[in-house]
């Protein structure tokens, strides 16, 4: 039995409108949200002309916003000494990007467990728990507030003032070319599953670029 052409153009109009709302550039969910915020910076970023300082930037900018975390900062190797040093700030005052400025962290430090305790959860992120952290001469004035670190945990779940979690940038195998910092987040609960997952992607697509851009010559 042959299609008329009449019912031909009626499965073409139901087909085109399945798909293009199949298609649509308006995002349904939280998750349809963060790959058009990934898609989005990736865009931004496309051109030759764009800084490793902007890139970063923009990149720091992008994660708080897609996750709702109000303090955020990012960290790189220094190329002239291999050390550590901030570069990028979010929601941060001014006395506090100031301190960050003025650190500096070799290698050892950096992944010291006795100087910086933690909570290890992959080879990509690590906890800091506020409870368990010392706090080192030069960093208190790092934190936004700082008379609430002494503040009790009321809940396993929530964001106590001094927490953070550094999701790292790796490059050529194991090396570490930086990370991400992240603080209190907007709900004042802990991040969820999916949240740590996307975070991961997001920082390992940042860290291709650096990596290709900044480091692939260069050795720890």
């Given at each position: 039995?042959q299609t008329?052409?009449?019912?031909?153009?009626?499965?073409?109009?139901?087909?085109?409108?399945?798909?293009k709302?199949?298609?649509?550039?308006?995002p349904?969910?939280?998750?349809?949200?963060?790959m058009?915020?990934?898609?989005?910076?990736?865009?931004?970023?496309?051109?030759?002309?764009?800084t490793?300082?902007?890139?970063?930037?923009?990149?720091?900018?992008t994660?708080?916003?897609m996750f709702?975390?109000?303090?955020?900062?990012?960290?790189?190797?220094?190329?002239s000494?291999?050390?550590?040093?901030?570069?990028?700030?979010?929601?941060?005052?001014?006395?506090?990007?100031?301190?960050?400025?003025?650190?500096?962290?070799?290698?050892d430090?950096?992944?010291?467990?006795?100087?910086?305790?933690?909570?290890?959860?992959?080879?990509?992120?690590?906890?800091?728990?506020?409870?368990?952290?010392?706090?080192?001469?030069?960093?208190i004035?790092?934190?936004n507030?700082?008379?609430?670190?002494?503040?009790?945990?009321?809940?396993?779940?929530?964001w106590?003032?001094?927490?953070y979690?550094?999701?790292?940038m790796?490059?050529?195998?194991?090396?570490?070319?930086?990370?991400?910092e992240?603080?209190?987040?907007?709900?004042?609960?802990?991040?969820?599953?999916e949240?740590?997952?996307?975070?991961?992607?997001?920082?390992?697509?940042?860290?291709?670029?650096?990596?290709?851009?900044?480091?692939s010559?260069?050795?720890?």
């Open positions: 039995m008329n052409k009449a019912d031909l153009s009626d499965k073409t109009r139901q087909i085109t409108k399945l798909l709302e199949r298609c649509s550039p308006i349904l969910d939280d998750t349809e949200r963060i058009a915020n990934i898609e989005k910076f990736l865009q931004r970023n496309s051109s030759a002309t764009v490793t300082q902007s890139f970063v930037e923009d990149a720091a900018t994660v708080a916003r709702d975390f109000t303090e955020l900062i990012v960290a790189l190797k220094d190329k000494d291999g050390k550590y040093r901030y570069v990028a700030f979010v929601g941060m005052r001014g006395e506090a990007i100031s301190a960050y400025k003025k650190l500096a962290y070799s290698y430090e950096m992944v010291s467990a006795s100087k910086f305790p933690r909570i290890k959860l992959d080879n990509y992120i690590d906890f800091f728990l506020g409870e368990f952290t010392p706090i080192r001469e030069g960093e004035d790092t934190y507030r700082p008379s609430m670190l002494s503040t009790d945990r009321k809940a396993e779940d929530e106590r003032e001094g927490d979690m550094c999701v790292y790796h490059g050529s195998g194991s090396e570490i070319i930086g990370w991400f992240l603080a209190r987040s907007m709900s004042g609960k802990l991040p969820s599953r949240t740590f997952k996307w975070l991961e992607l997001m920082v390992s697509i940042v860290s291709m670029f650096l990596y290709e851009r900044e480091y010559g260069m050795r720890r």
